[in-house]
C-alpha cells in the first residue's frame, strides 16, 4: 500500500488533501521550527508513531529517534515538512535568521567535482545566501548544465553535510547522497539495494545505474535549492 493510500484508509477526512499529492520544495519553506518540534505537530493532530512512519516511508524506530532529537536527512526532512503544511501545523513561510553556506563543488552528469578548501583563500570562496538556518557543517554544490533534467536543473543548489558517512547500511536504501568511491570519483546517486549484502546499486537521472557498487564513504543529501530561490 502506497504511503498516500496508507494515511487516506486510517484519516479519510484527509484523504482530498493527500490523495496524489506532490512534495513541495521543503527549501521553499522557511522554516524556525526543529524538525522534532515539526513531528510533535504533527502528531499533535491524532497520528500516532507508526502511523508518522508509513506516511514518510520510514521504520516506527526511526520516527522515535527523531522524537529523541535525531536529525531527519534528505527526503525524509522534505516529508515532515511537506506533510506538516498541508495538515496546517506549520505556515508555509515564516520570517528567520538566514544562513550562509560556502559552495564545495559542482555537479555536473552526476559526477561530483569538489574544490579543495585547504587550497583556496578565505576571500575566494563563494557562498549561498539562504533565508533559513542549516547546520553549521553544511555545504553546497551547484549543478551544471541540464543533464539531469527533471531532478536538477542548471544552477540548482545541492546541500549536504560535511561529515562523511563510512559505515553504509540497509538504511540508506533510497537514499540520495553523494557517493565516494575507491576510485577516488564522486557522484550524486540514488542507493538502491545491490545483488548481495556490502554492495549496492547506484543510480543516476537520465545515466544507466552502478551495479553492485561498494561505496566508501556517503553524505546524504540535506536539501535542495532550485535556481534562483538562494543568493549568491
Given at each position: 500500500?502506497?504511503?498516500?493510500?496508507?494515511?487516506?484508509?486510517?484519516?479519510?477526512?484527509?484523504?482530498?488533501?493527500?490523495?496524489?499529492?506532490?512534495?513541495?520544495?521543503?527549501?521553499?519553506?522557511?522554516?524556525?521550527?526543529?524538525p522534532?518540534?515539526?513531528l510533535?505537530?504533527?502528531?499533535a493532530?491524532?497520528?500516532?508513531?507508526?502511523?508518522?512512519?508509513?506516511?514518510v516511508?520510514?521504520?516506527?524506530?526511526?520516527?522515535?529517534?527523531?522524537?529523541?532529537?535525531?536529525?531527519p536527512?534528505?527526503?525524509?526532512?522534505?516529508?515532515?515538512?511537506?506533510?506538516?503544511?498541508?495538515?496546517?501545523?506549520?505556515p508555509?513561510?515564516q520570517?528567520?535568521?538566514?544562513?550562509?553556506?560556502p559552495?564545495?563543488?559542482?555537479?555536473?552528469?552526476?559526477?561530483?567535482?569538489?574544490?579543495?578548501?585547504?587550497?583556496?583563500?578565505?576571500?575566494?570562496?563563494?557562498?549561498?545566501?539562504?533565508?533559513?538556518?542549516?547546520?553549521?557543517?553544511?555545504?553546497?554544490?551547484?549543478?551544471?548544465?541540464?543533464?539531469?533534467?527533471?531532478?536538477?536543473?542548471?544552477?540548482?543548489?545541492?546541500?549536504?553535510?560535511?561529515?562523511?558517512?563510512?559505515?553504509?547500511?540497509?538504511?540508506?536504501?533510497?537514499?540520495?547522497?553523494?557517493?565516494?568511491?575507491?576510485?577516488?570519483?564522486?557522484?550524486?546517486?540514488?542507493?538502491?539495494?545491490?545483488?548481495?549484502?556490502?554492495?549496492?546499486?547506484?543510480?543516476?537521472?537520465?545515466?544507466?545505474?552502478?551495479?553492485?557498487?561498494?561505496?566508501?564513504?556517503?553524505?546524504?543529501?540535506?536539501?535542495?535549492?532550485?535556481?534562483?530561490?538562494?543568493?549568491?
Amino acid at each position: 500500500m502506497s504511503e498516500d493510500n496508507t494515511y487516506a484508509h486510517s484519516h479519510s477526512k484527509s484523504e482530498n488533501a493527500f490523495a496524489h499529492s506532490t512534495l513541495l520544495p521543503a527549501t521553499r519553506i522557511r522554516m524556525r521550527m526543529t524538525p522534532k518540534e515539526i513531528l510533535r505537530a504533527i502528531m499533535a493532530t491524532g497520528l500516532n508513531q507508526t502511523e508518522v512512519a508509513e506516511l514518510v516511508g520510514v521504520s516506527q524506530s526511526q520516527v522515535n529517534r527523531w522524537l529523541k532529537g535525531a536529525d531527519p536527512r534528505g527526503s525524509n526532512r522534505e516529508k515532515l515538512i511537506t506533510y506538516a503544511v498541508k495538515l496546517g501545523v506549520v505556515p508555509s513561510i515564516q520570517t528567520i535568521q538566514s544562513a550562509r553556506v560556502p559552495i564545495r563543488g559542482v555537479v555536473e552528469s552526476g559526477e561530483i567535482t569538489m574544490s579543495d578548501p585547504a587550497s583556496i583563500d578565505e576571500e575566494e570562496l563563494s557562498y549561498v545566501e539562504l533565508r533559513f538556518p542549516v547546520p553549521p557543517d553544511v555545504i553546497a554544490f551547484t549543478v551544471r548544465g541540464n543533464s539531469m533534467f527533471p531532478r536538477y536543473r542548471d544552477g540548482d543548489v545541492i546541500l549536504t553535510r560535511q561529515e562523511r558517512r563510512k559505515s553504509i547500511d540497509d538504511d540508506v536504501i533510497g537514499t540520495e547522497a553523494i557517493v565516494g568511491l575507491p576510485d577516488g570519483k564522486c557522484y550524486l546517486k540514488v542507493i538502491r539495494e545491490g545483488s548481495r549484502k556490502g554492495v549496492f546499486t547506484l543510480e543516476s537521472w537520465n545515466a544507466p545505474p552502478m551495479y553492485d557498487a561498494s561505496p566508501e564513504w556517503i553524505s546524504e543529501v540535506y536539501l535542495i535549492i532550485p535556481s534562483g530561490s538562494a543568493g549568491r
